[in-house]
């Protein structure tokens, strides 16, 4: 209580100022006027009153000390004083503070990027009222992982079953339509949800409401807020209007916030509808109330108190008993639960690697700077070696001095890191810019959210405690005697190996990985940009039409399709063209196991790629036919007939000549009426895939694609230019239809070098940081070891040294340095670069160009590092030099 009422009575004081301070010196020297005038009565002259006086008192300056302490919270006063004086030294020196604050700023800025990342598509709950509760329920079955969805039928058995939860709501994606009413109508994406999906999410609207129970068939829309902006122009009035989804009305109930696009937080939903109008909009869920049929995702919200294992062993009684009761179709599956918003589990792998070799890179960034920053304070202590000298002289002890420096390096590290936050805010933005290859759309956007400038602050919080450490050490334990002699007073006698010396073999050492890195990302893009993808890109537009989501059969759909073709091949400037239900590379795909007709028992191809084609295909593509015929209109109502890649012929029929031969996959036979060359297929790095293609004309009502059918023109001149043209010819035919990803071939290529591009940008970007930063630290080392033997090389000289001799003697120690930092980080970047197998194309990850090509480019800007101030020491003239100290 005593101490309690002491640390109140400080703080008051502490808080009161100067004014209680002067108060209490005026009492203190008020006492002592009463002790010298009681002296000098007694016969005493002024000044031997005065100093027995003083004598008494204790002296005054201490008594004055030990009042002030008693009164406020030294440690506090001290800290504030330090602050002060470390912004001051700072200040002094804005040049060394600048180059600092920069470099330790993009290290750091570097890492809140990419911690960024890491929030935003790890750590990030889900949009939801209450995410901690909110569960994701999955579907599994012994021996894969291929259920996640579940069907109908058990999604409304476990709403009845399961007790821990207090409901389940479930929901569909992807639900495309197009979005009529004022101007061209919008290809959009959708959820269809159970009426309870808003309440059991807990997601309130920004205007209007949720679905209601008795809405779970009515033709009700809730709009994103994105689309409700860009379309309707932010219209409040427009609930309870209707609008036109894909040629039929819907009534606008609600708008959902901006901040929820979609449980699934990488998916960028921009309209809900109720589940009971799921098939009216999709035309590929024929089997919807199948209990084998699994199509939805369902997350369930937990009772108060029961905990995730208690929930997780309820559905796997609710498993076995539905084993139990259904065993043709539940046998073997069971349940498990992941917290609503988890990344997709085929999403989660890839970018796990690819953030934490992110993260090892940024790291490196960091180290770099660091260390850069801690050789910049070592060299601004020896500037203050007899300050440093002269208070350790005077009484002040090596603690103070600690501090006192390592409140510097955590300033410095703190402006960085504010400099790191603007370096980051820019770097956000242009990654969420980036556009994923993919059929849906996806939202990409990275911000900094209060998780990220936590992050930052730590960082520089603790980068500034790191690299002020072996400074402020080094600092507070002055050789006096190298002071008095005006000599480095940090250098210890007989060591021949400084810290800053290890701190720069570990800066270029960490700089070997991080070039090696960015090297082997620049070659692997160099190397995706020849891979052949086996067809010509150049002169070709794109553009894509859904028929099925305005209604049209499969006649109409096949009439509208041909019809479109012809008129494109009809317009000037165009060679040919031709339909598709998607081009190669687009990420969306199908695939199905084949066998030689009536030969089951026979080898088969597994898998191979589904693709329907129309009348000039081939040409249109620019895909070599090897042997037999394209398509030529063929009947709908004809013999099936296929034309298959180079790797399917030799697959199946191995040398022999497949024209005229019969496949058998799904439920169809086909006869081989050609055989064209490989291309590509889903992504650039894969190994040739077989390839069946299917007439469209045969095939169009039989599995719907996501992407819809596209028209691939190829012209003479830039197929750009053609492009209102061909919109024209779409519109002649049906001005409703919504046309979407209308870009040319190479545009789209584009989009699939899309991983060997983003990762060749950071690498670059941040290996060139690190670089630079390690070419700076090693200049700038050379420079100080160059000032701190001046004299010495210019004895040297006065000896008969040759100017050649003396700048080998200097670039011998730079490159001496620079040899062991390489033996060191030549290993360590032949491992790491293992991590990034899995993002290359072509190349290996112990590429041989890459690892003598990044030793070697290290040694030129080592040189280059050392040249200079070698070049310098040997133009110093000798008297001159002796004249410096």
């Not at 006027?33 to 008192?57: K, M, P, Q, V």
Request: hydrophobic letters at 45%.
């Amino acid at each position: 209580m005593r101490q309690l009422r002491a640390f109140l009575i400080r703080c008051a004081a502490a808080l009161t100022g100067r004014r209680r301070r002067d108060d209490a010196e005026a009492e203190l020297a008020s006492h002592l006027e009463f002790h010298i005038e009681d002296g000098i009565r007694s016969g005493l002259n002024y000044e031997e009153a005065r100093r027995r006086a003083l004598i008494r008192l204790g002296g005054f300056e201490q008594t004055r000390q030990a009042v002030r302490e008693r009164q406020g919270l030294p440690w506090i006063e001290n800290l504030v004083r330090d602050f002060r004086y470390s912004l001051r030294t700072l200040m002094r020196h804005k040049a060394v503070t600048t180059i600092a604050i920069v470099s330790i700023g993009l290290g750091i800025g570097a890492n809140a990027t990419i911690f960024s990342l890491v929030s935003r598509f790890v750590l990030r709950p889900a949009p939801v009222g209450d995410p901690a509760t909110l569960l994701n329920i999955l579907g599994t079955h012994i021996g894969d992982r291929c259920c996640n969805n579940l069907p109908w039928p058990v999604y409304n058995d476990l709403r009845s079953d399961a007790k821990s939860f207090s409901d389940f709501a479930a929901y569909y994606f992807p639900v495309p339509a197009s979005v009529g009413g004022q101007g061209e109508p919008e290809r959009a994406w959708g959820e269809a949800v159970s009426s309870n999906f808003f309440d059991v999410t807990q997601i309130r609207m920004v205007a209007g409401r949720g679905f209601t129970p008795s809405e779970d068939t009515q033709p009700m829309i809730i709009l994103g807020e994105r689309l409700w902006r860009r379309r309707f122009n932010g219209d409040p009035s427009l609930i309870g209007k209707s609008v036109d989804l894909s040629g039929r009305r819907f009534t606008v109930v609600g708008i959902a916030p901006a901040a929820f696009h979609s449980i699934d937080q990488i998916l960028d939903t921009q309209f809900w509808v109720p589940l009971g109008t799921a098939a009216d909009l999709v035309p590929n869920l024929p089997r919807r109330s199948a209990r084998d049929y699994h199509w939805l995702m369902v997350v369930g919200r937990l009772k108060p108190g029961v905990s995730r294992a208690q929930a997780d062993a309820e559905l796997a009684n609710l498993a076995a008993r539905y084993a139990a009761s259904y065993p043709a179709t539940d046998k073997d599956n069971g349940f498990r639960t992941e917290m609503a918003g988890s990344l997709p589990d085929f999403f989660k792998g890839t970018v796990v690697i690819f953030l934490a070799a992110l993260f090892i890179i940024v790291l490196l960034v960091l180290a770099i700077a660091c260390a850069n920053v801690a050789n910049l304070l070592f060299a601004q202590a020896v500037a203050r070696q007899r300050e440093m000298a002269v208070r350790v002289a005077l009484g002040a002890t090596r603690a103070r001095l600690r501090r006192q420096v390592l409140m510097e390096s955590v300033l410095l590290s703190l402006g960085g890191g504010a400099f790191g936050v603007l370096f980051s805010l820019r770097a956000t933005q242009l990654l969420s810019s980036v556009r994923l290859p993919s059929p849906v759309p996806l939202d990409l956007t990275v911000d900094m959210d209060g998780r990220v400038l936590f992050f930052t602050f730590l960082l520089s919080l603790v980068s500034g405690l790191l690299l002020g450490i072996a400074p402020a050490w080094a600092a507070s334990r002055p050789m006096l005697t190298n002071a008095l002699k005006g000599e480095d007073a940090l250098a210890r006698p007989g060591r021949r190996w400084s810290l800053r010396n290890v701190l720069i073999v570990g800066q270029i050492a960490m700089s070997v990985v991080l070039l090696s890195a960015t090297i082997l990302f620049l070659r692997n893009l160099e190397s995706a940009a020849r891979i052949d993808v086996g067809f010509q890109s150049r002169g070709m537009l794109l553009l894509s039409i859904d028929p099925r989501v305005h209604g049209y059969s499969t006649e109409r759909t096949n009439t509208l399709l041909e019809h479109l073709r012809l008129r494109a091949s009809g317009l000037p400037g165009v060679i040919s063209a031709t339909c598709t239900d998607q081009p190669p590379l687009s990420g969306g795909h199908r695939s199905d196991g084949f066998t030689i007709a009536g030969r089951e028992d026979y080898k088969a191809v597994p898998s191979a790629e589904l693709y329907m084609a129309s009348s000039g295909y081939f040409e249109t593509m620019g895909i070599p036919l090897l042997a037999g015929r394209g398509f030529r209109n063929e009947r709908a109502d004809g013999p099936r007939v296929a034309i298959v890649n180079k790797a399917f012929a030799e697959r199946l029929f191995g040398n022999a000549n497949p024209i005229g031969q019969h496949v058998h996959g799904g439920s169809w036979d086909y006869e081989i009426i050609g055989v064209a060359g490989n291309t590509k297929s889903r992504s650039l790095g894969e190994d040739t895939r077989p390839v069946l293609y299917r007439s469209l004309a045969q095939s169009i009502g039989e599995d719907a694609s996501l992407m819809g059918y596209t028209l691939v023109v190829r012209t003479v001149g830039d197929p750009a230019a053609l492009s209102e043209a061909v919109r024209r010819q779409v519109y002649a035919l049906d001005s409703a239809m919504a046309i979407y990803n209308e870009e040319t071939m190479d545009e789209h290529l584009r989009t699939a070098y899309f991983l060997p591009r983003l990762a060749a940008e950071l690498f670059g970007v941040f290996g060139g940081i690190g670089l630079v930063l390690a070419a700076i630290g090693l200049y700038g080392v050379m420079s100080y070891a160059v000032s701190r033997r001046t004299r010495e090389i210019g004895i040297r000289m006065a000896m008969g040294a040759r100017r050649g001799e003396v700048q080998r003697f200097v670039l011998r120690q730079g490159l001496l340095l620079t040899a062991i930092a390489l033996a060191i980080g030549w290993p360590a970047a032949w491992m790491l670069t293992r991590l990034a197998a899995s993002f290359l194309y072509g190349i290996a990850p112990h590429d041989a160009w890459t690892f003598i090509t990044a030793p070697v480019f290290l040694c030129l800007i080592a040189l280059i590092a050392c040249w200079v101030p070698a070049r310098r020491a040997a133009s110093v003239h000798p008297m001159e030099a002796l004249r410096t100290e």
